[in-house]
């Protein structure tokens, strides 16, 4: 099983820019798909972005493709989301997740197994 541990959440101004971390422990993230999602108060939660146990393929939703960036660094057990330009309605409780996967190629955006607890994003006019 693997921990997951988000930071770097917190309030700011539209335009600028936020590095959430994900920090895994247990198992080696290195054998994990790894993913963001967020949840806006009464939204449902949505993919954000997501990444490859090799860090080399990744993919965004619609609304964030060319301001977010994933990426992760399998030696520090970290994934990061480095979010440029934000917007009012990026705000929400961001949260990573892992998926257990053979393929070192695939990003996924549904079926993850384990969750971090959420770090919070607000973002002001």
């Known amino acids: 099983q693997v921990q997951l541990v988000e930071s770097g959440g917190g309030l700011v101004q539209a335009g600028d820019s936020l590095r959430l971390s994900c920090t895994a422990s247990g198992r080696s993230v290195s054998t994990y798909a790894m993913g963001w999602f967020r949840q806006a108060p009464g939204n449902e939660r949505e993919f954000v972005a997501g990444i490859s146990r090799s860090g080399g393929n990744t993919g965004y939703a619609d609304s964030v493709k060319g301001r977010f960036t994933i990426s992760r660094d399998n030696a520090k057990s970290t994934v990061y989301l480095q979010m440029n330009s934000l917007k009012p309605g990026d705000a929400g409780d961001y949260c990573c997740?892992?998926?257990?996967?053979?393929?070192?190629?695939?990003?996924?955006?549904?079926?993850?197994?384990?969750w971090g607890q959420g770090t919070q994003v607000a973002v002001a006019l």
């Open positions: 997740a892992a998926k257990g996967t053979n393929s070192k190629t695939v990003y996924y955006r549904t079926g993850y197994g384990y």
